[in-house]
């Protein structure tokens, strides 16, 4: 026992020092941004080295909630704690390494089987940054926990807040995920509570470490499915030392301000993926051959280019197939550069850069330019095509429905939707290029439209993806069923597909419960399973939901953690103004609280510990796809979950109590 406390001892003084020398680094660095306008050899690089090192000050924060590391390894004779990030001594020796450095890939990969040099695997428990225990395994011996407490234990702590990082539990099947090579797009099909919105989220921040300079000019995008699953995700990178990653919804991408509603069919029609044809064509519809000669005088000459070699550079760079705007510039190019051969031929020198941007920009070129390849903006071309929408690759049915009913007058009064703002961005893609992150995380992805993957493809044409969802969650009405079709429109249809079905977070109780909607749901996925087995499950009758509702929430206050009350978007106001009228705060914008009331529309990507759903046969019955929308609302609880209904429960659940 006395080696023991004695061991924890050294341990919690190793944790002392770190936190200082940590401290040390920090203030080394506020020491080196005071002074940088000074050594700096003139104010560019001054402006550089400035945001240099505020982004390192940034990295170095320090939560003393938060450990710094989470385990040992013993190799040889050396010992290296793994932790979150990177702590030197003064010296520069390691005391803490990177989780991400590739030593530390043995904290996660070594096992009795497969050592790989290590003796002992050494697991820290803490609460709140204190450290409290610790258990090794003895690799080499052939000693290893099949279930380890102490990464059950963290597995398993009530969520309060955002989501944590998931440093210290990651399995190896999650790190060969995490650690695949940047240039390799991967697509994560998982089940629910396997991790697999982490596993994307550390692998952007394991990324970030090895391609640090390349990814910091190319940029790292996170798109989420909405403001409130950014915001739950939002701490978990800063909380691994990055802070420079761009976190969207689809929307935030776009850049078009939407101020109307499509009907549902009008949204599914232009969510198809032949909407991009439909634009493409009338695009390039607008480009002519030129019938006339080119004309123009400088002012001394009068120069002449016959309709033959302008039809040629119009079909030339017609079939070098550019963004639409760049090829307008390539015919202005051409153009001017067979004016030059001219005054080169007659004056016996080339005319200066100031002589050629006065032809290019001289009437005559310009009005060619105007008949033949015509400038337009995106706003304009989709305008043009709701406004008569006539094309054979849509039905007379589908013309009709996206029809404007009463155009505007012009494109810039037009009113938009948020499948018009697709469809602006689709004509913003075809007229000149979109500029490409280095890496894309798409999380909940089984619920993009193709036209939607399409604006996610054109953000990630020169770099990877990892697309994160679970086929039986989508809920959509152009909910992809195959990864397969999806992956072809965001442009990776040899990304590799990998399945996680073992769940961490959600219990056994829950996922069996889950379980029995996939057969109604209408998509191949394996069935999720769970090494949790502390869960609870209560379904409950009632004939009063919202009284019921209230004891559920009451009762739920007396544990630990969050607590979602999840119901049909219908009957939120109301749950919550029964809520309220009991005294139970509810978490909003302008308050916080661990009671949450949920529209089951926004559920998706969330957790709580405490899950209270609220008659499942309204969530069932408000929308297409009900019953993959109760497999996301049932699929919430990380600890215990409720199911209240005054009617009867969705077929599928027929018999369960």
Known sequence: MLSLETDLQTERDHLAASRAALKRMREHAEDLYATGDKVAGDPFAAETLGRHLARRIADLADNPDTPLFFGRLDIDEDRFHVGRRHVTDAAGEPMVLDWRAPLSRKFYQASARDPQEVKVRRRFGFVKGTLTSFEDENLQAGEEHGTSRILLEEIERPRVGPMRDIVATIQPEQDELVRAELD???????????????VGLHRAAYLLYLHRERLRRAGVLIVGPNTAFLHYIASVLPTLGEVEVRQSTIEDLLKTPVKAQDTPRAAEVKQDPRMAAVLARRLHAKISKPEEPLIVSDGSYRWRISPEALRRIVDDVRREAPPYAIGRERVRARIVSLLMLQSEARRGDSPGEAWQRRMGKA???????????PAVTPEQLVFEVLTD????????DEQEVITWAKPPKTAKSARWTAADAVLVDEAAGLIDRVASFGHVVVDEAQDLSPMQARVIARRSEH???????????GTAPWATRDWR??????????????PLTTGFRVPAAVVELAN????ALGVNVPEARSLRSDGALHIGTTESIEEETVKAVQTAL???????????????????????????TIADADSDG???????????GLEYDHVIVVEPADIVAAEARGLNRLFVVLTRAVSRLDVLHSRPLPTPLDGVS
């Open 594 to 604: 661990r009671v949450t009331v949920l529209p089951a529309g926004l559920a998706k």
């Open 485 to 498: 079709d999806l992956l072809a429109h965001l442009g990776k249809p040899d990304a590799r597909v990998v």
């Open 363 to 373: 009437a005559p070129v310009v009005e060619l330019l105007d008949r033949a390849w």
């Open 558 to 584: 007396t544990f630990d953690g969050s607590i979602g009350v999840i119901v049909a978007d219908a009957s939120a106001d109301a749950i919550a103004a029964a809520l309220r009228t009991n005294g139970i």
């Open 516 to 519: 029995r909607l996939l057969p």
């Open 463 to 473: 770099g990877s993806i990892t697309l994160l969802g679970d086929l039986a969650q």
């Open 389 to 396: 929408p006539a094309d054979d690759l849509l039905s007379s």
């Open 184 to 198: 390799e797009s991967i697509c994560v099909q998982g089940a629910p509570g396997t991790g697999k919105t982490a």
